[in-house]
């Protein structure tokens, strides 16, 4: 079973702290034991919280960013994750410049909309509240893979 996830954006104060605190929550709710974190592939927000309005969004829907910091993607990374998830292909080709493209997937390849082709950015779209909801759809549906994934290995 894949018990550790790193999701990847592009500076990792929206999309991916998002997904992984959106995750975390649905796995907890499945009982779900795994190991989730998140990174950007850019270097400009290190260190800093999810953007503001991004965890005013994500709280009101029940989820806490407060506690993420960013961090940029290492290619060690590679190693320390089983998948690795990226919001769009310009993050999937950001994590091939930094070496990093086995194990590596789309996190609309999850969702039950089969149009979504990515995860728009609510840092530039400015629609946190449908970034959300794409993120809570394909979080589910990235659950059910595993769940599925783990019956077959029984």
């Not at 998002?18 to 009982?31: P, Y």
């Not at 990093?100 to 995860?119: I, K």
């Not at 909801?133 to 290995?153: P, V």
């Amino acid at each position: 079973m894949t018990n550790r996830i790193l999701f990847v954006c592009l500076g990792n104060i929206c999309r991916s702290p998002t997904a992984e605190a959106v995750t975390r929550a649905k796995a907890l709710e499945r009982g779900l034991e795994i190991v989730l974190d998140s990174a950007g592939t850019g270097d400009w927000h290190i260190g800093k919280p999810p953007y503001a309005p991004m965890q005013e969004a994500a709280r009101a829907r029940g989820y806490d960013l407060s506690s993420l910091r960013a961090r940029q993607v290492v290619s060690a990374d590679g190693d320390a994750f089983d998948l690795i998830v990226a919001m769009d292909a310009d993050n999937i080709a950001d994590l091939a410049a930094h070496g990093l493209s086995e194990r590596v997937r789309l996190f609309t390849d999850y969702a039950t909309d089969q149009g979504a082709t990515h995860v728009p950015d609510p840092y530039f779209t400015r629609d946190f509240d449908g970034a959300l909801a794409l993120i809570e759809d394909c979080a589910d549906g990235l659950l059910d893979a595993l769940e599925r994934s783990a019956g077959q290995a029984e």
